[in-house]
């Protein structure tokens, strides 16, 4: 991978605010999903067990809980891809800078990694 030029500042922070609006955004498509549907399932569950003979009601039960995990796991999936997307790396290495190694670019204006400047 070729060396980039390092972020002005106000790139940089550009980077972080975008960071900021995805794990917003999408953490609270997350938490609606999997909190709304959750309670949903419940709600089969208590409409199940009066109304479905033993053998219908688990292949029902199992299915909708199978189809949760997976719904749940692609939106975590999305979140994770969607901040990947916009998180700052190192121009020098590429390193993703996040954490503790965000905080070390924003104070010393290198990557904690490799050295390389990362704001100009
Ligand atoms: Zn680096």
């Known amino acids: 991978m070729p060396p980039r030029l390092p972020y002005t500042r106000e790139e940089f922070q550009a980077h972080r605010d975008a960071v900021r609006a995805v794990e917003r955004r999408e953490g609270r498509l997350l938490v609606v999903a999997s909190v709304g549907l959750g309670f949903a399932q419940l709600a089969l569950l208590a409409w199940a067990d009066a109304h479905l003979a033993h053998p219908a009601r688990l292949r ?61």
């Open 60 to 120: 029902l039960e199992g299915g909708v809980f199978i189809g949760y995990l997976v719904l749940v796991a692609v939106l975590l999936w999305r979140f994770q891809t969607r901040i990947r997307a916009v998180r700052p790396t190192c121009p020098a290495c590429g390193a993703m800078l996040e954490g503790v190694s965000e905080r070390i670019a924003i104070a010393s204006g290198r990557c904690d990694a490799c050295g390389g400047q990362v704001i100009a």
